[in-house]
């Protein structure tokens, strides 16, 4: 059983925007960034979103992050084919000497 | 350009040692985090363990009586080793970079991944 909650499944058509939640506690996103992960099928995880709200560089900015309290979230707007993917939150359970933390999961299907 | 490789052996017996090595190239152990993850198949990612280049290391505290991580910052590579292992143990496992400072942490650069088998 994971940390942090995600619902297992979302969808929605080419697009639109759909946004992913993540949910944690005080001692998790509470007072902690959340990072977001893209996973292709029978791919290598792929950085989205780090430090709750940053895009790394090559990162469409269709892709972004938020947080409120306890939980945090992703969305992604104009929907392409190609978003089709697991989608992963990640944060530190904990103080300094917490350790990471992941999300069950999010399967992203585009109708 | 940051590439990161593993490997090890693909098939591992029940109860024996699993160990894997994530060789880089175009980057240096020095200033970052180093880190395995898994992932059994058909589910979620699960994190292992870091190795911070000044020798700090972090453990998941579900697999930390099993688990060490090191590096060899002279040889461009870092370790895992997960003893006792069992058939829950089969999973790809993915090397990777972390960014960061503790406990803002995340993962740029990773490895394509490695299934590990655990049968007799």
């Known amino acids: 059983q994971s940390v942090l909650t995600q619902p297992p499944s979302v969808s929605e058509t080419p697009g639109q925007r759909v946004t992913i939640s993540c949910s944690g506690s005080s001692s998790s996103i509470g007072n902690n960034t959340v990072n977001w992960y893209q996973q292709l099928p029978g791919t290598a995880p792929r950085l989205l979103i780090h430090?709750?709200?940053q895009r790394p560089s090559g990162v469409p900015d269709r892709f972004s992050g938020s947080k409120s309290g306890t939980s945090a979230f992703l969305a992604i707007s104009g929907l392409r084919s190609e978003d089709e993917a697991d989608y992963y939150c990640?944060?530190?359970?904990?103080?300094?000497?917490?350790?990471?933390?992941f999300g069950g999961g999010t399967k992203l299907t585009v109708l | 350009q940051v590439q990161l490789q593993e490997s090890g052996p693909r098939l591992v017996k029940p109860s024996e040692t699993l160990s894997l090595t994530c060789e880089l190239s175009g980057v240096s152990i020095t200033y970052y985090y180093w880190s395995w993850f898994r992932q059994p198949p058909g589910k979620g990612l699960e994190w292992i363990a870091y190795f911070y280049y000044t020798g700090s290391t972090n453990y998941n505290p579900s697999l930390k009586s099993r688990v060490t991580i090191s590096a060899d910052p002279a040889s461009y590579q870092f370790s895992l080793n997960l003893t006792s292992v069992t058939a829950a143990d089969t999973a790809v496992y993915y090397c990777?970079?972390?960014?960061?400072?503790?406990?803002?942490?995340?993962?740029?650069?990773w490895g394509q991944g490695t299934l590990v088998t655990v049968s007799s």
């Open positions: 990640s944060s530190w359970a904990g103080s300094l000497t917490g350790h990471v933390i």
């Open positions: 430090s709750t709200d």
């Open positions: 990777a970079r972390g960014l960061g400072y503790a406990p803002d942490v995340w993962f740029d650069s």
